[in-house]
């Protein structure tokens, strides 16, 4: 496979992962709102395992695209741009791929064979301080990536926007749903919009690594190709 094909491949698998766990965000966020908010109630639902199937699914695909997806920066993110997407990539783990997991085998177990212990378990100091640490991760991984963007060494620079308002809306979120789902689709939904607005930054992007190396005769090499140029400023 060459470049160009490995730089392309990426960037589909970064813009399908990212679309779906849009859609996943936008699912779940509706099924919790529908079941009043009640873990014992949306977890036995029969779509729940597979909106966060979707979840884990897309959260994964994120992971493999994002090496390419500095590869294809790389050359003008710098070190900054590497420390932000390295942030993103371990809290990412956590927030979104190993949470969906949880959310999808844990979950629906716990509800119908210890209920009790539904509500406690997302109490327990451990795994808050777990959750909490790949928050962290996600929130300062946003902001470094947003800086090349916010500088004009990388296009486009709306980026930045949508990764610091991003950043922004974590803290919100758990400001306005500090107990987990509302009873509002409205609620839920502005609640998560941290993770929907990053997700959207890299739906776009993997779409411009795809589109751009539609051509598999490009040559080049990871930070280095034509991709490097059509990132920079103009």
Same mark, same amino acid.
């Given at each position: 496979? =060459?470049?160009?094909?490995?730089?392309?491949?990426?960037?589909? $698998?970064l813009?399908?992962?990212a679309?779906a766990?849009?859609?996943?965000?936008?699912?779940?966020?509706?099924?919790?709102?529908?079941?009043?908010?009640? =873990?014992?109630?949306?977890?036995?639902?029969?779509?729940?395992?597979?909106?966060?199937? @979707?979840g884990?699914?897309?959260?994964a695909?994120?992971?493999?695209?994002?090496?390419?997806?500095?590869?294809?920066?790389? !050359?003008?993110t710098?070190? /900054?741009?590497?420390?932000? /997407? /390295?942030?993103?990539?371990?809290?990412?783990? #956590?927030?979104?791929?190993?949470?969906?997991?949880?959310?999808m085998?844990?979950?629906?177990?716990?509800?119908s064979?210890?209920?009790t212990? /539904? +509500?406690? #378990? $997302?109490?327990d100091v451990? @795994?808050l301080?777990?959750?909490?640490?790949?928050?962290l991760?996600?929130?300062? !991984?946003?902001?470094?990536?947003?800086?090349?963007?916010v500088?004009?060494?990388?296009?486009?620079?709306?980026?930045?926007?949508?990764? @610091?308002?991003?950043?922004?809306?974590?803290?919100v979120? +758990?400001?306005?749903?500090?107990?987990?789902?509302?009873?509002?689709?409205?609620?839920?939904?502005?609640?998560?919009?941290?993770?929907?607005?990053?997700?959207?930054?890299?739906l776009?992007?993997?779409?411009?690594?795809?589109?751009?190396?539609a051509?598999?005769?490009?040559?080049?090499?990871f930070?280095?190709?034509?991709?490097?140029?059509?990132m920079?400023?103009?």
């Amino acid at each position: 496979m =060459t470049v160009p094909q490995v730089f392309r491949a990426s960037g589909l $698998t970064l813009a399908v992962g990212a679309a779906a766990f849009i859609a996943h965000i936008v699912a779940r966020s509706v099924i919790t709102a529908n079941a009043g908010g009640d =873990t014992l109630i949306f977890a036995a639902q029969s779509a729940w395992v597979p909106i966060n199937a @979707l979840g884990a699914f897309g959260a994964a695909l994120v992971l493999l695209g994002l090496p390419a997806m500095y590869a294809r920066t790389g !050359g003008v993110t710098g070190r /900054v741009g590497l420390i932000g /997407v /390295v942030l993103i990539a371990l809290g990412w783990m #956590i927030v979104g791929w190993f949470l969906s997991l949880y959310s999808m085998l844990v979950v629906p177990w716990l509800a119908s064979q210890a209920p009790t212990l /539904v +509500d406690a #378990i $997302t109490q327990d100091v451990s @795994l808050l301080i777990v959750f909490v640490s790949g928050q962290l991760a996600v929130f300062l !991984g946003m902001v470094l990536l947003a800086i090349p963007f916010v500088q004009g060494r990388v296009r486009p620079r709306w980026v930045a926007a949508f990764l @610091l308002v991003a950043a922004l809306m974590m803290i919100v979120g +758990d400001l306005v749903a500090p107990a987990g789902p509302a009873t509002n689709v409205a609620l839920n939904l502005f609640s998560n919009l941290s993770p929907v607005l990053m997700m959207s930054a890299f739906l776009v992007l993997g779409l411009q690594m795809w589109l751009e190396h539609a051509d598999t005769g490009q040559t080049g090499a990871f930070g280095h190709s034509s991709a490097s140029g059509a990132m920079a400023p103009r």
